[in-house]
Antibody, heavy 127, light 108 residues
Framework: QVQLVQSGAEVKKPGSSVKVSCKASGGTFSSYTISWVRQAPGQGLEWMGRIIPILGIANYAQKFQGRVTITADKSTSTAYMELSSLRSEDTAVYYC????????????????????WGQGTLVTVSS | DIQMTQSPSSLSASVGDRVTITCQASQDISNYLNWYQQKPGKAPKLLIYDASNLETGVPSRFSGSGSGTDFTFTISSLQPEDIATYYCQQYDNLPLCTFGPGTKVDIK
């Protein structure tokens, strides 16, 4: 059973950066992908990006390009999401999720689902 | 970018009612669609993957169907514990993905 445990709530000043961690247990960390999803107060879910720990490759949503950095430490089975140049609109709960990918030959396609989630980390940006 | 719409944005139904939510993609996404349930203050939970497959451990009253641009999520008999917001998610253009705006389900 995969479990993802995130770091605690943060309060940050506008213009600063925040780094949220996501520690995985169960399964083989380096064999799967971790995505980050955020949710502003009262709003929907927004995908930010993902990392493939075994390759060290990260992909980002265009909206966050240049401001977000997602990394992973295979030795501690921990993924990180760092968001810089924070503004009030970045106040949100940030979730990590196991981004499970599987290839189906019959369908000739990659199928994907976020099957395990962290508990969420509230980041508040306020002066 | 692929846009997702959901309808209705909210609904109120009685216990035991059949509830249907629709999700529409702005272009053909085959069956690259998942459904999640989110209860207040909690992380989302995967219910349906690949448009119609029930995640392990999820009650059989939940189901999904559709392909291409139009998808349906159904709760066959609404239970009090189903009060939540439901989101569809498309992932046609890997590695990107987008979520629908959500449908809030309440008990009448």
């Amino acid at each position: 059973q995969v479990q993802l445990v995130q770091s605690g709530a943060e309060v940050k000043k506008p213009g600063s950066s925040v780094k949220v961690s996501c520690k995985a247990s169960g399964g083989t960390f380096s064999s799967y992908t971790i995505s980050w999803v955020r949710q502003a107060p009262g709003q929907g879910l927004e995908w930010m990006g993902r990392i493939i720990p075994i390759l060290g490759i990260a992909n980002y949503a265009q909206k966050f390009q240049g401001r977000v950095t997602i990394t992973a430490d295979k030795s501690t089975s921990t993924a990180y999401m760092e968001l810089s140049s924070l503004r009030s609109e970045d106040t949100a709960v940030y979730y990590c999720a196991r981004d499970y990918l599987t290839y189906r030959q019959k369908s000739s396609g990659w199928f994907r689902r976020f099957d395990y989630w962290g508990q969420g980390t509230l980041v508040t940006v306020s002066s | 970018d692929i846009q997702m719409t959901q309808s209705p944005s909210s609904l109120s139904a009685s216990v035991g009612d059949r509830v249907t939510i629709t999700c529409q993609a702005s272009q053909d996404i085959s069956n690259y669609l998942n459904w999640y349930q989110q209860k207040p203050g909690k992380a989302p939970k995967l219910l349906i993957y690949d448009a119609s497959n029930l995640e392990t451990g999820v009650p059989s009253r939940f189901s999904g169907s559709g392909s291409g641009t139009d998808f349906t999520f159904t709760i066959s008999s609404l239970q009090p514990e189903d009060i939540a917001t439901y989101y569809c998610q498309q992932y046609d253009n890997l590695p990107l993905c987008t979520f629908g705006p959500g449908t809030k389900v309440d008990i009448k």
